[in-house]
């Protein structure tokens, strides 16, 4: 009965390649976000989704690219990785964009080699 | 970049005496909120407050709001070893399409 669930939990792999977070909730939130958080704990936001279209875009590469199939999943596509991208990535979602608490998943810790 | 900035960046006390953590910010805001964050996990939302209210409380916790000094405040009574968290403030605010922005967040630990 997980409310917002990420997966893999761990994803280890090499510059280069190209890998997918999946995430999905089930406490039927219109919104969905996903955030990174590096190594000094800082939590930027990456992107969010509203009824399947994208309302937030932050200064992030192309390399990042969010997929949503539908409302309940929003999933993270990430080509060409490089060390630098190498953080926690956490998903989150809420109900509706304004006022409302965020739900978190417990983040994918992604390390590049 | 970011909008809120907790203060102290760590803080370590005994199980059973108060915690106070402080956040500021620099631009308006709709809302401040507070979440707790323990170690290897997602962020756990606790107290929401709007910008238009000065004080809430939920079970041991009050946040305070001072928009007048773009600060807010959680207070932690009678702390447990439990409560042992990173605590992190968000702001979010309609100039920036709503986004919500974190600050590094107060690492607590308290001693049983």
């Known amino acids: 009965d997980t409310a917002v669930s990420q997966t893999p939990k761990y994803l280890v792999t090499q510059m280069g390649n190209d890998k997918s977070i999946k995430c999905e909730q089930n406490?039927?939130?219109?919104?969905m976000y996903w955030y990174k958080q590096d190594s000094k704990k800082f939590l930027k936001i990456m992107f969010s989704?509203?009824?399947?279209?994208?309302?937030i875009n932050e200064t992030v590469p192309n390399r990042f690219s969010p997929k949503s199939p539908d409302k309940a999943h929003l999933n993270l596509h990430i080509n060409s990785l490089e060390l630098g991208d190498s953080a926690v990535y956490f998903c989150?979602?809420?109900?509706?964009?304004?006022?409302?608490?965020?739900?978190f998943g417990d983040g994918t810790r992604l390390s590049i080699l | 970049s970011q909008q809120g900035e907790e203060d102290p960046q760590a803080l370590s006390i005994q199980e059973g005496e108060n915690a106070t953590m402080n956040c500021s910010y620099k631009?308006?805001?709709?809302?401040l909120q507070w979440y707790r964050q323990n170690s290897g996990r997602g962020l756990v939302h606790l107290i929401l407050?709007?910008?238009?209210?000065r004080e809430k409380h939920s079970g041991r916790l009050r946040v305070t709001l001072d928009t007048s000094k773009k600060s807010s405040s959680l207070l932690i009574t009678a702390s447990r070893a439990a409560d042992t968290a990173s605590y992190f403030c968000?702001?979010?605010?309609?100039?920036?399409?709503?986004?919500?922005?974190f600050g590094a967040g107060t690492r607590l630990t308290v001693k049983p």
């Open positions: 989150a979602s809420s109900l509706g964009q304004f006022n409302q608490p965020q739900h």
């Open positions: 407050i709007r910008s238009n209210e």
């Open positions: 631009t308006s805001i709709n809302n």
């Open positions: 989704y509203n009824n399947k279209e994208l309302i």
């Open positions: 406490l039927g939130h219109d919104t």
């Open positions: 968000a702001t979010d605010a309609r100039s920036r399409n709503n986004d919500m922005r």
